[in-house]
């Protein structure tokens, strides 16, 4: 459930000669620990705002060549959750969080009380999102959310293009919600809400609280549209993807299976064994410097370099991995399923001696170039006694590969965003229509949300009712303006 209660900008009015920060002594006459004291005695956490400038937005002191001794003093307050902001005098972000983490880092290290580090902002995967993982928790994508719906959709929008991005622990943050605020019809509350639950995205209750209606606590508070929020995801893909326009006529083919990094676990999905192409003999511990067909040990399937692609040189991304049934190619003659492992923890393919490699952000399993010489922290790699390959605390598997970046929605269309759940049998699913004014009926087929199945068992998750089975499609009725419909989707022939 919602547990943080923050206190946003203006709590703060000077600072000591030593650089402390000082709050408000007329607003808070007990001080920030007090209160602090007083938030958990109800069973909550407490959480501050700052800005990485040398003002807040509002004028206030920032936190620009302070942010240790800011730390050092949130941690002193006791506090659960600092919100680091931009606005005036804000410079480099990545110093800035940089020394935040480190000093929060400290906190933990002497407490064992962790503080989540909410960030403003990082929008680009390839330059911020490279790294942002690493001093932050959780980052806006883009600007201020705004109580009308073409704000909703843009912040939904610029945060559906950093998915890859987002682990379990760290979430692309679309802005607080807006549900319960004048502007937003009350359709447009839901579908706002169930966008931000399917995709994972902080769930930061942005409305008057204490005088909240029935039906704004009732959106904020849907539990299996939270559940949905909460769920890491499949292989920890633990934010829902905008896949395309909810209508039978644009289907795409279903992906096959490739090989996918995720979280280590217990589980058979990441167990793998290494055979001699001569002898057929299986091990569970892959002799070095020797070609050897790699072979998923709850599928059969092997690990392939499909086409018998090769990785740019001098360097370069190659191609995805993935897995087929049999070991044979008449391309390069089997080598697209022969790989070597080495004493320095790289792995190369004998299709052109490169190096196996783990994409940093996302479940990706390539090939690249190997110009690092064994120094490529992505590109080093363990196996286990039991069969497992890992690489920075992430093990390979079997599974879907992330689905392509869908074109720019249609005016006046509709859209389909997926999320696959962490159990590996439900599909979570959103129908939501774009048009202004006129109600419609929204579709899918299995091929569209990534599964194969002959029959579909369909639960609303708003309604929190089975709807019952469905072979071949699915089809909600006369969805309302700028309305949605949230599903969740099992196998109906296995009885799931």
Known sequence: GYEYINIDDCWQVDRLPNGTIVPDPVRFPSGMRALANYVHSKGLKFGLYTARGSGTCQGRPGSLNHE????????????????????????????????????????????????????ESCDSPATCGQWVTSVANLWRTSGDVQNFWGSIMGNIHANDRMAEIATPGHFNDPDMLQVGNV?????????????????????????????????????????????INQDVGLHGRIQGKLVGPATLGRV????????????????????????????????SIPPMNTPLHVRHRSTGMFLDVPKCAHAPEPKGVGPALDVVPNVTSSVCKGANTLFQFHSNGTITTDVDGQCLNRRENGPVVQTYSCQANGKEPNGLWKTS????????????????????TPPAPESGGSELWVKQMSDGKRTAVLLLNLNDENATDLSFSPAMINVSYSSMAIRDSWKQANLGQFSGNFTAKAVPPHGVVVVTVTNADNGE
């Open 385 to 404: 006694t039991t069969g497992q390959i890992s690489s920075g605390g992430k093990c390979i598997g079997v599974g879907t590969p992330p689905a392509p």
């Open 68 to 119: 240790l001794i800011d730390a050092a003093t949130y941690c002193d307050w006791n506090l659960d959750y600092i919100k680091i902001d931009g606005c005036r005098g804000a410079q480099d972000p990545k110093t800035s969080w940089t020394r935040f983490h480190q000093g929060l880092l400290e906190c933990f290290q002497k407490t064992g009380r962790e503080i989540v580090q909410s960030v």
């Open 252 to 283: 795409r083919a279903a992906p096959g299976l490739s090989a996918v990094c995720g979280p280590c676990d217990t589980g058979s999905d990441q167990l793998w064994d290494f055979i001699d192409p001569a002898s057929g003999e299986s091990r």
């Open 183 to 227: 502007g937003l019809t009350p359709t447009e509350q839901i579908s706002h809400f169930a966008l931000w639950a399917i995709t994972a995205a902080p769930l930061l209750a942005g409305t008057d609280i204490a005088h909240a209606s029935q039906a704004t606590l009732g959106i904020l508070t849907a539990p299996e549209l939270i559940e």
